[in-house]
């Protein structure tokens, strides 16, 4: 799982992610699979793999996945989330994204 940044949350412990996708899941809960961004690479096991909507995905959840800055709003995140994805596959908010939950190893 490739991430576009060192994001905070990629120092603790257990961790989440939203990922917009088309069809089947990319990770099943108990998978290993191997986490890298541009300065950290380490393994981590797929605790949850859920999906919903990205419409149904709380703000909260949101601003935590994108390290929200004061005063943003949900329209801002979701732009926000479309900037890590090519212009052809950004998401709106009636497509399916996976909330996984990892746990590094």
Known sequence: MKFSQDWDKLKDRVFATIRVHKGELKYAPDETIEVQ???VRFRAKVLIATSVK????????LEYDLEAKP?????DLINKLGKLYKFS???NEDDVATIYILQKI
């Open 37 to 39: 961004s541009p300065k």
């Open 54 to 61: 990205l419409k149904q995905v709380p703000l909260a959840f």
């Open 71 to 75: 005063g943003e709003k949900r329209q």
């Open 89 to 91: 596959e950004r998401p």
